[in-house]
Nanobody, 122 residues
Framework: QVQLVESGGGLVMAGASLRLSCAASGLTFSNDAMGWFRQAPGKEREFVAAISRFGAYTEYADSLQGRFIISRNRAENTVFLQMNSLRPEDTAVYYC???????????????WGQGTQVTVSS
């Protein structure tokens, strides 16, 4: 079974940048599309970004307006989320997810990490 472990979260000021990492292991990782979701206190989990298994295709939540970049290093079994121009509204627990198949914007992913906290202060 694929295992995902997020890291790189922390406390930053508005306007700063942060890079999240997701270390993946498992027999099917190379065939998995990967996604990032986030969940703020009292709110539902929402889609952030996703990347296809070879990294040729990416998609993002419309509200991000180009501030985030998702990428993956297949050789290192790692997925990244580069977050720029962070805003207080970006504060949430960020989750890495994997699924066998195409990227999806809904939470229909088979595997999930434990999450990493991102807090953006104003």
């Amino acid at each position: 079974q694929v295992q995902l472990v997020e890291s790189g979260g922390g406390l930053v000021m508005a306007g700063a940048s942060l890079r999240l990492s997701c270390a993946a292991s498992g027999l099917t990782f190379s065939n998995d599309a990967m996604g990032w979701f986030r969940q703020a206190p009292g709110k539902e989990r929402e889609f952030v970004a996703a990347i296809s298994r070879f990294g040729a295709y990416t998609e993002y939540a419309d509200s991000l307006q180009g501030r985030f970049i998702i990428s993956r290093n297949r050789a290192e079994n790692t997925v990244f989320l580069q977050m720029n121009s962070l805003r207080p509204e970006d504060t949430a627990v960020y989750y890495c997810a994997a699924r066998n198949g195409d990227t999806r914007r809904d939470p229909n992913y088979a595997y999930w990490g434990q999450g990493t906290q991102v807090t953006v202060s104003s």
